[in-house]
Nanobody
Framework: QVHFVESGGGLVQPGGSLRLSCAASRGIFLRYHMGWFRQAPGKEREVVATIARFTSSTYYADSVKGRFTISRDNAKNTVFLRMDSLKPEDTAVYYC??????????????WGQGTQVTVSS
């Protein structure tokens, strides 16, 4: 069974920064692609960024390109999401997830519990 421990969410002012972390169990990073997704109230869950398991190639949603950076530390079984220049529209619950491939919500099979990010003055 896969388990995730997410951390780093919170309240930040517009223009501020946060770094989310997601530690997984059982050396999952050697087996799966990892991704960060988010879901705002009343909206569907959407992809934020993904990172491949071997090449560490990355994908970003257009809405976060140039502001967010995804990275992974395979030795520590941890994936990170650095978020800069945050906007109120980035407010959502952020989830880390593991999957076989792809950049869609349906491509990911294992999900963390989510961490709230609120961008507000």
């Amino acid at each position: 069974q896969v388990h995730f421990v997410e951390s780093g969410g919170g309240l930040v002012q517009p223009g501020g920064s946060l770094r989310l972390s997601c530690a997984a169990s059982r050396g999952i990073f050697l087996r799966y692609h990892m991704g960060w997704f988010r879901q705002a109230p009343g909206k569907e869950r959407e992809v934020v960024a993904t990172i491949a398991r071997f090449t560490s190639s990355t994908y970003y949603a257009d809405s976060v390109k140039g502001r967010f950076t995804i990275s992974r530390d395979n030795a520590k079984n941890t994936v990170f999401l650095r978020m800069d220049s945050l906007k109120p529209e980035d407010t959502a619950v952020y989830y880390c997830a593991a999957g076989s491939a792809g950049n869609r919500v349906d491509d990911y099979d294992y999900w963390g519990q989510g961490t709230q990010v609120t961008v507000s003055s």
